[in-house]
């Protein structure tokens, strides 16, 4: 069965740093991408970051500079290291696998929250 599961959220101060874990298992072979996606309280999900297998990366133009994604394939783990955070950064930051080439194969991780203080 597929499953997404993430860790490493948390509460930091502005200024501060976190590493997101996502841990895969049982994904399809055709799933080339994988990306975080966050949201806040009454605001879309949006996208912060994705690799693909072939390790090309995007990230959203807010958090270039400050964010890293990255995949430890050995350990079936995608990692995103979050440093100088800011309030604005606050959500509930989720892990998704996809692929690119089945729209049917779309997996999502349960979330985990990162709170950013002032």
């Known amino acids: 069965q597929e499953r997404l599961v993430e860790s490493g959220g948390g509460l930091v101060q502005a200024g501060g740093s976190l590493r997101l874990s996502c841990a895969a298992s049982g994904l399809p072979f055709s799933v080339n991408v994988v990306g975080w996606y966050r949201q806040a309280p009454g605001k879309q999900r949006e996208l912060v970051a994705d690799?693909?297998?072939?390790?090309?990366?995007k990230y959203r133009d807010s958090v270039k500079g400050r964010f890293t994604i990255s995949r430890d394939n050995a350990k079936n783990t995608v990692y995103l290291q979050m440093n100088s955070l800011k309030p604005e950064d606050t959500a509930v930051y989720y892990c998704n696998a996809r692929s690119t080439i089945y729209a049917q194969f779309d997996f999502w991780g349960q979330g985990t929250q990162v709170t950013v203080s002032s």
């Open positions: 690799i693909s297998t072939g390790g090309s990366t």
